[in-house]
């Protein structure tokens, strides 16, 4: 099966009532570390690449690995998103080279560190909208800012300082046209994102049910959705590193939020800590070995064990044969039948 959008595959979870994780990925061993993961699960998957990993692979080897990917895994509904989009020309470079899905982060301004206003993030977001939908590319907006900084890009903070108005959402949603919406609500991009367990105070769950019930329609992204496990964090402190006490996403938070309306769940974190720890085993247990295999093996299987593991718990598991690919050019002539307003 081609590429597929992501459009198609959110839609795909709605009527299956279960959430899809969007793993980031920088190089071969993590892109397959997911494919053995959903191939295990049978789940179709999204992939996703921030300017910084397209800058670090060269955009051009990463998109021929997913090309690879789809090859040997032809059984997979696979979507090749862009994350967190910083500029009109940078989702449209995304377009260009062959990606099914842009986000457009216009929560932020060019630089990815200042917060927008609201007309600047529609502007952005619905000129995207445009471009995108001619080809039959899926458009991810944000409204709200995240918290946290990854790969240079974010405003930093909490979380908790911009978290997403619902109303302001809902105007957001019909003034940019856009297939899949990140809300803001307390989570954060990287390890430390809660200095204890959260509860309500910090994770808003309850901004989520009510832009949910609000938007019953719209598909909602959960950014910052990694758990932070405590044993991978342990195997790496165990192993000469340095990581200081942090709490994620618990699991059971989001699937509360996938039973309210989150179809896509972003996860990278929890990845680059299990490979950090699996290399960082080999090296203390075995310092005499050099050969980069040795220790990027059991590195891909840590991370393909996170991802299966969420995979099912997203429920995303089982359902990669459940519809074929539409085309990107029959995606454009369904957006073109339903213009926005
Ligand atoms: P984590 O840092 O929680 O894995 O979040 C990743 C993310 O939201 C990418 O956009």
Same mark, same amino acid.
């Given at each position: 099966m081609p590429l597929v959008s992501m459009r198609q595959l959110l839609d795909e979870a709605a009527k299956g009532g279960y959430g899809v994780g969007a793993f980031n990925v920088n190089n071969m061993e993590q892109i397959q570390s997911i494919m053995e993961a959903a191939r295990e699960t049978k789940s179709p998957v999204i992939v996703q690449a921030s300017r910084g990993a397209r800058s670090y692979s060269q955009d051009k080897f990463l998109y021929h690995l997913m090309l690879a990917a789809n090859e040997l895994y032809p059984e997979i509904p696979l979507v090749l998103h862009q994350d967190h989009g910083n500029s009109v020309a940078t989702c449209k470079s995304a377009i260009d080279l062959g990606f099914t899905s842009v986000m457009m982060? #216009? %929560? $932020?301004?060019e630089d990815g560190k200042t917060p927008s206003s609201f007309e600047y993030n529609v502007k952005v977001t619905r000129e995207v909208v445009e471009l995108a939908h001619a080809k039959g590319v899926t458009v991810e907006g944000e409204i709200g800012v995240l918290g946290g900084i990854e790969d240079g890009h974010g405003a930093g &903070?909490? #979380? $908790?300082?911009?978290v997403t108005d619902p109303e302001q959402a809902a105007r957001f949603v019909e003034q940019t046209g856009v297939d899949a919406l990140a809300i803001a609500i307390g989570t954060s991009h &990287?390890?430390? =994102?809660?200095?204890? =367990?959260?509860? #309500?105070a910090v994770l808003k769950m309850d901004r989520l049910i009510e832009i949910h019930n609000l938007l019953p329609k719209v598909h909602l992204v959960m950014h910052g %959705? %990694? %758990?932070?496990p405590q044993d991978l964090q342990d195997i790496i402190n165990k192993y000469g590193g340095k990581l200081k006490p942090t709490w994620g996403v618990p699991v059971e938070e989001i699937q509360l939020g996938i039973r309210n309306g989150v179809r896509k769940v972003n996860v990278d974190t929890d990845n680059r800590l299990a490979i950090t720890g699996a290399i960082r085993k080999v090296f203390a247990e075995t310092p005499e070995k050099f050969d980069p295999r040795d220790y990027m093996k059991p590195a891909r299987e840590a991370m393909q064990k996170v991802v299966a593991q969420r995979m099912t718990q997203f429920g995303?598991? #089982?359902?990669? &044969?459940d519809y074929e690919a539409i085309p990107l050019a029959l995606m454009a002539e369904q957006y073109a039948a339903q213009p926005v307003a």
């Open positions: 982060d #216009g %929560s $932020l301004m &903070g909490t #979380g $908790l300082e911009h &990287g390890a430390y =994102k809660f200095s204890r =367990k959260p509860d #309500g %959705s %990694s %758990s932070v995303q598991a #089982g359902h990669a &044969g």
